[in-house]
């Protein structure tokens, strides 16, 4: 008879912990949805109204602030998740709940949450995964826009130098 960690046979994917991670992975998916596309009308805002300036400085400044606010809404998610352990009781307080869900958000960790809540690290890395992907898309969508008005601004100053140049 083979013999299992006591750690593997005592587990057993309950369905509340299935309820309780697809919802929370949901929630996480929605909010990062609805306040990435508030981001990106932002980034869409910015860019119009330094469209004149063509300015390159401008341009990595709206990337940057950019980041920051994607950065801030995945620090939010992990957050909601870090609520729910200290509430379940899985972790001891809000601050190692929030470091720790923090970690298994980027897929950096695992094996902090009790037995009974084991499947949500492995959600919450789904969570994490799917949200990085939909970030990078926007990061991506967003940069080249101002990459390209930074080469136009290279190459029109170059153009003028040519011309005074030559003349």
């Known amino acids: 008879m083979d013999t299992f960690p006591a750690r593997d046979v005592a587990y057993f994917i309950r369905l509340d912990e299935i309820g309780w991670g697809c919802a929370l992975l949901a929630l996480t998916i929605a909010i990062h949805g609805v306040v990435t596309f508030q981001i990106l009308r932002l980034t869409f805002v910015l860019r119009k109204r330094t469209d004149r300036a063509r300015s390159r400085e401008l341009g990595v400044g709206i990337i940057i602030v950019t980041l920051w606010l994607i950065v801030l809404v995945h620090l939010g998610e992990a957050f909601i998740w870090a609520v729910f352990f200290v509430w379940k009781d899985a972790q001891p307080n809000v601050f190692s709940a929030f470091y720790n869900a923090l970690l298994n958000y980027t897929m950096l960790q695992a094996g902090y949450l009790p037995l009974r809540w084991r499947?949500?690290?492995?959600?919450?890395?789904?969570?994490?995964?799917?949200?990085?992907?939909?970030?990078?898309?926007?990061?991506?969508?967003?940069?080249?826009?101002?990459?390209?008005?930074?080469?136009?601004?290279?190459?029109?100053?170059?153009?003028?130098?040519?011309?005074?140049?030559?003349?």
Do not use: C, Y
Request: charge should be neutral.
């Open 119 to 167: 499947l949500l690290e492995g959600m919450l890395g789904i969570a994490g995964l799917l949200a990085f992907a939909w970030s990078t898309t926007i990061f991506f969508w967003s940069a080249p826009k101002f990459v390209q008005d930074a080469m136009d601004s290279v190459k029109a100053g170059h153009r003028i130098r040519e011309s005074s140049a030559n003349s």
